[in-house]
């Protein structure tokens, strides 16, 4: 069955952070309960809260902000979703990758660990010792998927706690842009894949858009084929 789902957290106080980032602070402003006219609220929260994309100056001063890329640059058409079942600090190599898709013809590669299990029951499990996407794995994608704009993971980070000097080579290995031939490859994180989703046949991405911001929260919609 072929339906349009959205593949992305609500932001709530409940919310897992990466380690140090501040956690959500929704405060209610005016209220028609209190006798106002209408009801506003004022939010606090890390612009890598939930589910959300790291765009070039993430990890490079030089790299372009996520407000400065195109809204056809955030439209995917032929998405790569595969299963690569990982525990807790397990990278992801590169035989993981090559050994689970069928061809390289896509723009962006979705990865199903399994370990948003855990977002909910787990949230310390969830934040300190999430599966990564290794450097070697990184360089090995930038290398042999060419044509790839976008990559996204079911967990906090594509990179780890545990081990966050591989988390920061693998970002920058990713963002790296290249010129106009080689762009840089954006970083889907906290994606929310159920199992019963087999096949993602088309993505949008659509990030809140703040100037000058190097990544930001996002809303990611998906034509899915499901399991019946």
Known sequence: MTMYKRLSYDISKRTPVYPGDVPVVIRSGKSIKRGDSCNTFSLAFSNHIGTHVDAPKHFWNSGRSINEFSPDELVFDR????DCRKGPGEAIEAVDISRSIRSR???ILLIRTGFMRHREKNARLYRYKNPYLSPDAAKWIRSEIPG???IGIDCISIGSFSDRAAGKLT?????KESGPERSA???VEDINIPREVKAVRKLIIAPVFIDGVDSAPCTIIG???ERI
Do not use: G, Q
């Not at 998405?79 to 595969?82: Q, R, S």
């Not at 970002?171 to 963002?175: N, P, Q, V, Y």
């Open 223 to 225: 034509e899915v084929r």
């Open 79 to 82: 998405p790569c979703l595969i």
């Open 105 to 107: 013809d896509f723009d």
């Open 148 to 150: 790839l704009r976008a």
């Open 171 to 175: 970002h920058r290995t990713l963002l």
């Open 185 to 187: 490859i954006l970083i």
